[in-house]
């Protein structure tokens, strides 16, 4: 069964950084890309990031770019999305998910964790 376990929100200041953790288990994590999503209270899931299989290519939503950086360890299937610059438009739940193949975007994301709270606030 796989699972997929989120980590490493909280609340920081404006101009601050968090690393989130994606811990994904029962699956072959080396196979597949990987993607971070994200959704603020009251608006539409957001795909901020994604990561090929073999972190070959990524790529990142406008409202992210240059400020997070996305990045996998494949031996210890985890992947990772650190977060600078924090703004309080960043504040969302964090989400993971498991590609259907190996590039980005795949075609669909059949895992997905249950999200962690980042909160961007002074």
């Known amino acids: 069964q796989v699972q997929v376990v989120e980590s490493g929100g909280g609340l920081v200041q404006p101009g601050g950084s968090l690393r989130l953790s994606c811990a994904i288990s029962g699956f072959s994590l080396e196979d597949y890309a990987i993607g971070w999503f994200r959704q603020a209270p009251g608006r539409e899931r957001e795909g901020i990031s994604c990561?090929?299989?073999?972190?070959?290519?990524?790529n990142y939503a406008d409202s992210v770019k240059g400020r997070f950086t996305i990045s996998r360890d494949n031996p210890k299937n985890t992947v990772y999305l650190q977060m600078n610059s924090l703004k309080p438009e960043d504040t969302a739940v964090y989400y993971c998910?498991?590609?259907?193949?190996?590039?980005?975007?795949?075609?669909?994301?059949?895992?997905w964790g249950q999200g962690t709270q980042v909160t961007v606030s002074s």
């Open positions: 990561i090929s299989s073999e972190a070959a290519w990524t």
């Open positions: 998910a498991t590609g259907d193949g190996s590039t980005c975007p795949p075609n669909a994301y059949d895992n």
